[in-house]
C-alpha cells in the first residue's frame, strides 16, 4: 500500500508537472513576435507533453483503485484494552455465571434428544436442501418461535426499536457494513440482481442510516431485528458436522447501537449486559470472554463474547459475539452526527451484537434442561410463550 501510495504521488506529481511545461510553451508562444511561427515550431514538442500528460494522467485510476482494493481489507485497529495473541487460546475470561449442572446421568448432545423426541429432523432436512440444515418440528418450532419473541420482547423493553429488514441487500450496503470484499466468499448471491442474501441483520441495521447526518438527540440509535442468516462458510471441514451449531441457515435476533465516540465503551458494556440478561433469566451457564487481537473479527475494536455451556460436550460454546466497531463501518456507510446545528459532523461509532442466536438457545436448552427419561423441561420464563411445560 504505501509502494502503491508513493507511485499515485508520483504520477499526480508528473502530470502536474508535465502541464506546467506545456503552459509554460504556451506563454512562450504568446510572447514572442511571431506567434504563428513559434507556435509552428514548438507544436511537436507540445504535442509530445499532451501525450506524457494523458499516459501519466490514466496511471492514477489504476494504482488508485489497486490501492482502495487493498485499503478495503484492513481490518478495524485493535483497542488498546484488548489482550494481545493470536487465536482462542488467548481470550480473557471476563466473569461467569451459573453453575453446570451435575447430571446423574450421561447427558445426550441435542441432536440425540431432539431426533429421539421428534422435534429435529435433520435426516430429512438433508433430503431437502443438503447437509448443515435442520427442520424443526411441532414442539421444537413452537419452542424457537417462542425465543425468537422472547428475544424481541426483552430487546424492546430495553429501548430498542424493532425492526423488519429486507433480507437481500445490495453489494454497496455489504460493502458499508464490513463485509466485502473480506467475507465475499461466505455470502450467498444472486449475481443477475447483485444482491446478497444476509449474513446477519446487522449488516441492514447498521446501514440504516447510511450517508445521513443525525442529530445528538437521536443517539444512541437502538435497533433490534429476528431474521435468517445464510452463510456458505459453516467452519473448519469436519468440525460440527451434526448438530445445530454450525448451519448455513440459521436465525437470530440482532442488536444494534449507534453512539457517539465517546460513548462506545460504555455502549458496548450496555450491549453485552442486555445480551447476558437473556442468558440470565434462561438460567442457562455462560461465561463472557474479552477476545484477544487475534481472534477480533474484521470490523470489530473490542469484543465479548458469550459462551452458553454445552453438557454433551463439557465445555462453553459461543452464542453471541457484542462488538465495538468505532468508527470503522461509520466510515464506510458514511453515518455521521452534529453536536449542534452548527458543528462540524463526526462519525458515528456502531456496535453489534446477538440477542441471542436461535438455534444455538436452543440447543443449549435442550442439553441443559434433560432429564433422565429423555424429556426436557422448558425454561420459566419459556413458559408463557410456548403454552407448556416439557418436551416429550
Known amino acids: ?22 503552459n509554460g510553451l504556451t506563454q512562450q508562444i504568446s510572447r514572442a513576435t511571431d506567434r504563428a511561427a513559434e507556435a509552428a515550431r514548438l507544436k511537436p514538442e507540445i504535442a509530445a507533453l499532451d501525450e506524457q500528460i494523458v499516459e501519466a494522467n490514466a496511471r492514477v485510476p489504476l494504482v488508485e483503485e489497486r490501492l482502495n482494493e487493498l485499503l478495503a ?12 495473541g493470536t487465536g482462542s487460546d488467548d481470550n480473557v475470561e471476563v466473569r461467569s ?13 441435542h441432536y440425540e434428544l431432539g431426533e429421539a423426541l ?14 448443515r440444515f435442520v427442520v424443526l418440528r411441532g414442539k421444537g418450532a413452537q419452542l424457537s418461535r417462542a425465543l425468537i419473541n422472547f428475544f424481541l420482547d426483552r430487546a424492546s423493553g430495553a ?42 441483520s446487522e449488516v441492514p441495521l447498521t446501514a440504516f442510516h ?45 442488536l444494534v447501537r449507534l453512539c457517539t465516540p465517546e460513548d462506545g465503551s460504555s455502549n458496548l458494556e450496555r450491549l453485552t449486559a442486555d445480551a447476558e440478561a437473556l442468558l440470565q433469566e434462561l438460567e442457562l451457564p455462560h461465561r463472557v470472554m474479552l477476545l484477544c487481537a487475534g481472534d477480533t473479527g474484521f470490523n470489530a475494536a473490542k469484543t465479548y463474547d458469550l459462551e452458553v455451556w454445552v453438557p454433551s460436550q463439557s465445555m462453553y460454546r459461543e452464542i453471541s459475539s457484542c462488538s465495538l466497531c468505532t468508527d470503522f463501518q461509520a466510515r464506510r456507510s458514511n453515518i455521521r452526527f452534529r453536536r449542534d446545528a452548527k458543528a462540524k459532523p463526526e462519525f458515528v461509532n ?8 436461535v438455534g444455538r438457545t436452543l440447543l443449549a436448552i435442550l442439553e441443559n434442561y434433560q432429564q433422565a427419561d429423555g424429556t426436557v423441561r422448558v425454561p420459566e420464563a419459556l413458559v408463557k410463550y410456548t403454552g407448556f411445560k416439557t418436551i416429550g
Open 118 to 131: 421428534g422435534i429435529l429432523d435433520f435426516e430429512r432436512a438433508t433430503k431437502l436442501s443438503g447437509s
Open 73 to 84: 481489507d484492513v481490518p478495524n485497529l485493535p483497542d488498546p484494552s484488548i489482550p494481545d
Open 210 to 254: 447510511r450517508d445521513e447526518i443525525l442529530s445528538i438527540d437521536q443517539l444512541p440509535a437502538r435497533y433490534t431485528a429476528y431474521s435468517p442468516c445464510f452463510r456458505k462458510e459453516a467452519g473448519a471441514a469436519g468440525k460440527d458436522t451434526r448438530g445445530m451449531v454450525r448451519l448455513h441457515q440459521f436465525e437470530k435476533v440482532e
Open 350 to 357: 456502531t456496535l453489534n451484537g446477538s440477542g441471542l442466536a
Open 159 to 200: 429501548g430498542y426499536t424493532e425492526v423488519v429488514p429486507p433480507f437481500l441487500v445490495s453489494r454497496d450496503t455489504m460493502w458499508a457494513t464490513g463485509q466485502l470484499s473480506k467475507f465475499a466468499d461466505a455470502m450467498f448471491s444472486d449475481p443477475d440482481a447483485d444482491l446478497f442474501l444476509i449474513p446477519t
Open 97 to 109: 455465571w451459573g453453575k453446570p449442572a451435575d447430571f446423574a446421568f450421561e447427558p445426550k448432545p
Open 1 to 22: 500500500m504505501l509502494t502503491l501510495d508513493v507511485e499515485r504521488r508520483a504520477a499526480l506529481t508528473e502530470a502536474e508537472r508535465l502541464k506546467a511545461e506545456k
